[in-house]
């Protein structure tokens, strides 16, 4: 069993920022990529960065110079700092995961999602 928790989200001021986290745990013998993504209210679930084992990141157009990833393989924890936010990045951030859980066995994993409200 695996499980991937995020957290840090709430209510933010136009402007803020935010440091969300996601924490894996179970049984995990390796992970490769992870990723954030979000889905706004009405909208699709989009992709906003990713990052490997090595720590190579990409990311959305959208979001690039006001969003970071990052990563701790020692915690099994992927993290994405929001800075300046924006009405419109009210949505539900969802973390995944790919995780190679044997030597034989490996998948991709998400989180349940935490929930970012930007309003003044």
């Known amino acids: 069993q695996v499980q991937l928790v995020e957290s840090g989200g709430g209510l933010v001021q136009p402007g803020g920022s935010l440091r969300l986290s996601c924490a894996a745990s179970?049984?995990?013998?390796?992970?490769?990529?992870m990723g954030w993504y979000r889905q706004g209210p009405g909208k699709q679930r989009e992709l906003l960065a990713t990052?490997?084992?090595?720590?190579?990141?990409n990311y959305a157009d959208s979001v690039k110079g006001r969003f970071t990833i990052s990563r701790d393989n020692a915690k099994n924890t992927v993290y994405l700092q929001v800075n300046s936010l924006k009405p419109e990045d009210t949505a539900v951030y969802y973390c995944?995961?790919?995780?190679?859980?044997?030597?034989?066995?490996?998948?991709?994993?998400w989180g349940r999602g935490t929930q970012v409200t930007v309003s003044s």
């Open positions: 995944n995961a790919d995780i190679l859980t044997s030597l034989i066995s490996r998948n991709l994993f």
């Open positions: 990052i490997s084992n090595s720590g190579r990141t």
């Open positions: 179970g049984s995990i013998f390796s992970i490769f990529d």
